[in-house]
């Protein structure tokens, strides 16, 4: 894995400050519900990369 290799709290920190991103991009301030912007975040990964970030977001 590639993402902050050997960084297992950077990578959740990480992850946690993208959901925060996503979550102010849906509601920002000033705006009716509903009217956010689609925030978007592609990480490229291959199958196993993939099932070892899963299990990392699983705790």
């Not at 709290?9 to 301030?29: D, H, Q």
């Amino acid at each position: 894995m590639r993402l902050l290799a050997g960084d297992a709290e950077g990578r959740r920190i990480l992850f946690k400050i993208l959901e925060r991103a996503a979550r102010e991009w849906a509601n920002p301030l000033g705006k009716p519900r509903n009217t956010g912007i689609p925030f978007r975040t592609l990480l490229l990964a291959d199958d196993a990369e993939v099932e070892e970030l899963r299990n990392e977001l699983r705790g």
